[in-house]
């Protein structure tokens, strides 16, 4: 009697256990960080403008003979660029204070320097050094033969809104450069974090994602784990959601399910997308 009782103990207490296995799961939280620094708000233009008017004002006197030797071609140009200031006479009466002149300069006001420049603006080209770029462009395909090797080349910023962005291309990684983007995927017509099963639970969390973002994604992504310690644990019934961070930092996401659709988003924007998204939202950067 108490054998049968104890195998039947047995029994039950060994299917209870099974029955309560979790089912675990590894979520990727994959991010491309911001390549260019976030767009200045009102007052922070105003502050460094201020501090570069206090900076050009205290700053010392622009030592024109250490880069133009006196007597030179080069001093030439630049005396015809900067005219000198106007020297202290007691017969003339000065609104604004007496010059107080040195090395040229009056330090009352702070001191502006025009450099002889190799290149020439488009204001002081002719119509017909123009009408020549205007056709160097057609035959470049929109873009200005500029020789990449001439130091003395005139320095032109690339523009912070990109082809994409103009295109609304939600799926390059050309877009939003001031912004943290995150990659989300499409599954059974919604849009999740790209989630990993672990059926054998036998492998880690990390490598779990890993293998996974290749098999979904193609081995063009070279990405980097931030820990290999979840962020994040979601539990719901009998699984485990666990929340793995990490930053794509060159290559390309290529489904290899040419039907499974993918976008890269902003915060902001995955608040349309993400049914979960107010119990993750703190995953997310602001920036």
Request: positive net charge; aromatic residues 12%.
């Amino acid at each position: 009697m108490n054998k049968h009782l104890s195998n039947g103990i047995l029994r039950k207490y060994s299917q209870s256990t099974t029955n309560n296995i979790p089912k675990i799961s590894s979520t990727l939280i994959l991010s491309r960080l911001p390549v260019i620094t976030t767009e200045l708000s009102k007052f922070e233009k105003l502050f460094y403008k201020y501090q570069e008017e206090l900076w050009r004002r205290l700053m010392w006197t622009f030592p024109k003979w250490f880069y133009f030797n006196q007597g030179t071609l080069a001093e030439l140009r630049y005396k015809q660029l900067n005219k000198g200031s106007m020297s202290y006479d007691p017969k003339i009466l000065y609104p604004r204070g007496i010059p107080d002149l040195k090395q040229g300069r009056d330090r009352r006001f702070r001191q502006y320097i025009k450099a002889p420049k190799p290149y020439k603006e488009i204001d002081e080209l002719s119509q017909e050094q123009i009408k020549e770029i205007e056709e160097q462009k057609l035959k470049n395909n929109g873009e200005e033969l500029i020789n990449k090797d001439d130091l003395t080349r005139k320095i032109i910023p690339n523009q912070r809104v990109t082809k994409a962005d103009l295109n609304k291309d939600d799926k390059s990684l050309e877009r939003r450069l001031e912004r943290t983007l995150y990659l989300i995927i499409k599954v059974n017509d919604s849009w999740i974090l790209p989630t990993f099963e672990n059926e054998k639970n036998s492998t880690s969390l990390h490598e779990l994602a890993e293998s996974g973002l290749y098999k979904i994604g193609g081995d063009k992504i070279n990405y980097y784990n931030v820990s290999r310690i979840p962020c994040h644990v979601k539990e719901s019934n009998n699984n485990k959601e666990y929340f793995i961070k990490s930053h794509i930092l060159s290559g390309i996401y290529e489904p290899q399910d040419k039907k499974n659709d993918y976008k890269w988003l902003t915060k902001e924007e995955l608040k349309t997308y993400l049914p979960n998204f107010n119990e993750i939202e703190h995953l997310f950067s602001e920036v």
